[in-house]
């Protein structure tokens, strides 16, 4: 079984599968909002059944932390969204 780890310069410091780009968050969101199989995730991502239950269970011991996360990543979402509807993002400003 592989570690769960969060490092700086992966993911922004979102708890993943040591090794890989594959944070928890994401595991938990294939098998907990979209009811895919553990065992479908494990094959897809090419890790072991026991590294899927090991990120569930992490999600599940850390919900502030999970939460926290959640709201990271929506937010940032809504930045990106807001900055393709703002015009002043798009324009260009030639200099002499």
């Known amino acids: 079984m592989t570690a769960i780890v969060s490092t700086d310069d992966t993911l922004g410091g979102e708890p993943r599968i ?16 979209t009811g895919d ?8 991502y090419q890790l072991d059944l026991a590294d899927i239950h090991h990120a569930l269970a ?19 979402g809504q930045r990106a969204q807001q900055q393709q509807l703002d015009p002043e993002h798009y324009r ?5």
Do not use: F, N, S
């Open 18 to 33: 040591d090794g890989r780009r594959i944070g928890v968050l994401h595991i938990a969101a294939r098998v907990i909002d």
């Open 92 to 96: 260009h400003t030639e200099t002499a």
């Open 58 to 76: 992490y999600y599940y011991e850390h919900p502030e932390e999970m939460q926290h996360w959640r709201e990271q990543k929506r937010a940032a």
């Open 37 to 44: 199989r553990p065992e479908d995730v494990a094959t897809d």
